[in-house]
Every structure is written in structure tokens, then in C-alpha cells.
């Protein structure tokens, strides 16, 4: 579901289960979603490349140290950022494996009872080079007494991922993201990642988790350009016969709230 800003409450989630896979008449959508993670694949892969090839020339002496690095004088310290580097693109590479196996039909449904805050630790683990880069710090809240769900890792880290890296991406400067996990009795558990970045304008919240939708914003507040994960992030979390609800307001922040049932999908048991 979408919660605009000044808006009502809009439905979003899947009812029929031929919609939860991408199937039937989702066809397009799917390709298109395709051929986004491709480009944005492309995209993100170039500036770890670029720190392993520039880092790595120094090393061996072949090229003079870059400006961003001129400051760089131990050898430990620069194997550690192409360390860095290299984990950051691992990670792309991970996650558009397990999208690319998803989208295909080619990794079937695994739910098994899991502690949602396991998978949000790992995946803001997993994004700490780019919240290290960016300089937005991750805040987290989690409750220790949240109970476990039912929950297929594999998709479910995806959606989360999807959702963390965007709050980090379009966080202004000097921003903090904020995650916390609750238990609520209408809504099961809920997920809040919260951003200080530049916000959504209403006219954009309705088209949000279309599969055409590409937010691109002013070179100036972000640098990485088009491509938001959305529309993927809400397939997998309907998958749980979840809900996706976010509000913003430009120029404030997003924040979304992520709704998961305490037990497995009827079509999986």
C-alpha cells in the first residue's frame, strides 16, 4: 500500500496469487523490471570497479594516487579500501544473482520460521561500504523480543536491501537513516526505515511502485541518477502476503513502513 503525504490510503497488495510471481499478464512488468536491475547493475558496478583498478594502479605503481586519495601514504590503508571495494561489488553481484534467479522462476519458495532483524543486521552489514561512502550512518532500532515469522530469506533480504539502499541514496549530506522493528496486533510485524534525504513530491507517490516509475533526481542531490528497487522490493514483500506503505514529503524525508503476517502464505504451506 502507498501513504501519501496529504493523501488517503491507497491498496496496493496482490490478491490473486497468479500476480505474486509475476505471472500472466505481469509479463512486461517483469521484463521491464529486468532491464532496470541490468542498468542499474551497470551503473552501481563502476565506481567500486574504478576504486579497484585506481587503488590497485597505485599499488603497483603504475599511476599517480587520485586527489579523493592523495592522502593515502600506508599500503594497508589503500588494501583496505580496495577491500572495501571489492565486498561492495560482491554484493551487487549477490543480490542481482538471487533477483535474476527469482525473476526466472528458478528458485522456488523456501519459507522457514526467521527473526526479521537477523535479516535487516545482515543487510545493513552488507551495505556498510556505501553508508561508509556516502557518509549516512544507519541507526538502528530493533525490539529483541520480536517474535519470528514466517519468512523466505532470499527474497525477503532483497526487498530489505532495496529499501535501505534507497534511504542511503537519496539521503541529503550529512543525513541519518533510522530503522526500528515492531510488533503490532492489526499489522504483525512492521519494519521502519526512515530517511533525512529529499523527499518525494505527492504528484510522484502514486506512480512510485509502477514498473516504468524512474525517480531521477537533480545531479545535485544525488549522484548515482535514476532507479529506485521499489517495484521489486513490493513484489517480494507481497510474496509474504505483506504490505509496503511509505510517506514523504520533499525536502523532509521517506519514510516506509513494511507490514509482515506472522505466518506463511496459504499457497506455500
Not at 58 to 64: G, I, N, Q, Y
Not at 115 to 125: E, H, R, S, Y
Not at 241 to 263: A, Q
Request: proline share 7%; aromatic share 4%; hydrophobic share 40%.
Amino acid at each position: 500500500m502507498i501513504l501519501s503525504a496529504s493523501g488517503p490510503r491507497h491498496a496496493a497488495h496482490c490478491d490473486a496469487p497468479s500476480q505474486l510471481d509475476g505471472g500472466g499478464d505481469a509479463h512486461a512488468d517483469v521484463s521491464a523490471s529486468k532491464a532496470r536491475l541490468l542498468s542499474r547493475l551497470i551503473d552501481e558496478s563502476q565506481a567500486p570497479l574504478n576504486a579497484i583498478i585506481r587503488l590497485s594502479a597505485v599499488l603497483l605503481d603504475k599511476a599517480d594516487a587520485p586527489s579523493a586519495i592523495g592522502s593515502l601514504c600506508r599500503t594497508d590503508d589503500l588494501i583496505a579500501h580496495i577491500n572495501t571495494a571489492g565486498n561492495q561489488l560482491l554484493d551487487l553481484l549477490e543480490n542481482a544473482a538471487d533477483i535474476a534467479q527469482i525473476e526466472d522462476g528458478r528458485l522456488p519458495p523456501a519459507f522457514r520460521s526467521l527473526c526479521v532483524n537477523d535479516l535487516i543486521l545482515d543487510v545493513v552489514g552488507r551495505l556498510a561500504p556505501m553508508s561508509e561512502q556516502f557518509g549516512i550512518p544507519v541507526q538502528m532500532s530493533l525490539d529483541p523480543d520480536l517474535p519470528c515469522c514466517m519468512i523466505d530469506a532470499v527474497r525477503m533480504r532483497c526487498a530489505l536491501r532495496s529499501v535501505i539502499r534507497n534511504a542511503i541514496e537519496f539521503s541529503k549530506p550529512n543525513g541519518v537513516v533510522d530503522i526500528w522493528t515492531t510488533r503490532s496486533a492489526e499489522r504483525g510485524i512492521v519494519v521502519t526505515v526512515a530517511d533525512r534525504g529529499i523527499g518525494i513530491p505527492d504528484k510522484d507517490l502514486e506512480e512510485i511502485f509502477l514498473p516504468l516509475h524512474r525517480r531521477v533526481p537533480a545531479a545535485a542531490e544525488c549522484p548515482l541518477g535514476p532507479g529506485n528497487g521499489l517495484v521489486l522490493a513490493k513484489r517480494y514483500i507481497e510474496y509474504h502476503r505483506g504490505n509496503i506503505w511509505l510517506t514523504s514529503k520533499p525536502g523532509i524525508g521517506t519514510t516506509v513502513e513494511i507490514d509482515l503476517p506472522h505466518v506463511a502464505p496459504k499457497r506455500w504451506e
